[in-house]
């Protein structure tokens, strides 16, 4: 079992950062795949980005390429997501995940991931 808490959510306005952290404790951090995804009010769960076991390999959402940037942190079983130029578009609900497997092919596909977070509100501004 693996708990997971997000934070660092909040109102920015466009064009500004936020960086958002998720704490996971009760397993070995090291042994999952960790993700990020997002949902707006009336949509889908999307994928934002996902970060192997070392930290080696990353992937991410089409629209967040180039602004956001995701990384893990071994020593305080903490990943993060620093995202920049933020859009409106951006608002949503974020939630951390965690999963056994790296498929590339799957990486965005939300059943690849055992555990998930509450979320943390973000909200962007024009």
């Known amino acids: 079992q693996v708990q997971l808490v997000e934070s660092g959510g909040g109102l920015v306005q466009a064009g500004g950062s936020l960086r958002l952290s998720c704490a996971a404790s009760?397993?070995?951090?090291?042994?999952?795949?960790m993700a990020w995804f997002r949902q707006a009010p009336g949509k889908e769960r999307e994928f934002a980005a996902a970060?192997?076991?070392?930290?080696?390999?990353?992937a991410y959402g089409d629209s967040m390429k180039g602004r956001f940037t995701i990384s893990r942190d071994g020593a305080k079983n903490t990943m993060y997501l620093q995202m920049d130029s933020l859009k409106p578009e951006d608002t949503a609900v974020y939630y951390c995940?965690?999963?056994?497997?790296?498929?590339?092919?799957?990486?965005?596909?939300?059943?690849?991931?055992?555990?998930w977070g509450q979320g943390t509100q973000v909200t962007v501004s024009s």
């Open positions: 995940a965690a999963g056994s497997t790296w498929s590339r092919p799957l990486i965005s596909w939300t059943g690849l991931y055992r555990y």
């Open positions: 009760g397993r070995t951090f090291s042994d999952y795949v």
């Open positions: 970060i192997g076991w070392s930290g080696g390999n990353t």
